[in-house]
């Protein structure tokens, strides 16, 4: 499998897997793994060649570009409202819940867990305290494709999770997302709420498109594109 291993700072690369990123990050006493892969299977080879600190696996959500190596983890950490969308995948394992204000400590860097749902149920993003940095996993895009169509996509809890991440912006510098640019500015939050909005009260219209056969359309705000039901 191809991909793109890219240190970012002494303890922490990003794995770039055709459009879709996954992160290593490393304490001093334990490593992790935030979500293993697309076309991936072998994340865990990956990181266990990067650090030889026992290694955890936790997934943002649960989508099919978010879980491509979970095969190689008996347990792994998940909000446990991705659990029927993860079963839904047919993949194994066992989920390890985590959820709202639980923290994860890799020695000397605490890692903080911040429930953003909206995209899926049980979306969650990391704050690396020290570090000042939120990795947020599919709700924070810039240049990227938000994907809002689909059962488990909800527009108004979306617009929430937006609102409530604005109560840590204290806490981070930038933020890095699984999907386009890294890293954003988190000024792009308030950019995405207030198109979140324009596409849920209607005050913008989008253009019909299809993926894999769905009808969907496709919101330009010109910093990102929105896709939902209409
Ligand atoms: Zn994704």
Excluded at 23 to 30: A, C, E, S, Y
Excluded at 65 to 88: K, V, W
Excluded at 187 to 194: E, F, S, T, Y
Excluded at 197 to 219: C, D, H, M, S, W
Aim: charged share 25%; with cysteine; hydrophobic share 40%.
């Amino acid at each position: 499998m191809s991909c793109e291993i890219i240190q970012i700072h002494e303890n922490t690369w990003r794995i770039e897997d055709d459009g879709v990123r996954i992160f290593l990050l490393v304490g001093t006493k334990k490593a992790l793994l935030i979500d293993s892969g697309m076309n991936l299977n072998n994340a865990r080879d990956i990181a266990t060649g990067l650090t030889d600190l026992p290694l955890s696996l936790l997934n943002t959500h649960a989508d099919r570009d978010h879980i491509g190596s979970n095969e190689q983890f008996d347990t792994f950490f998940m909000h446990p409202a991705e659990e029927p969308l993860y079963r839904c995948s047919g993949k194994p394992g066992t989920i390890i819940p985590i959820q709202e204000g639980d923290t994860l400590n890799l020695g000397d860097r605490e890692l903080r867990i911040i429930h953003l749902p909206g995209h899926t149920p049980g979306s969650i993003a990391v704050l690396d305290v020290q570090n000042r940095v939120l990795i947020s996993g599919d709700p924070i895009q810039e240049h990227g494709r938000i994907f809002m169509f689909g059962h488990h996509r909800n527009m108004k809890d979306y617009i929430t999770s937006l609102e409530h991440l604005k109560d840590f912006a204290d806490q981070f510098d930038e933020i890095w997302p699984s999907h386009a640019d890294i890293p954003v500015s988190p000024d792009v939050i308030q950019k995405l709420h207030d198109g979140a909005q324009a596409v849920l009260y209607g005050t913008i219209q989008g253009k019909p498109a299809e993926f894999f056969r769905q009808k969907i359309f496709a919101y330009d705000l010109g910093f990102c594109i929105l896709l939902c039901d209409r």
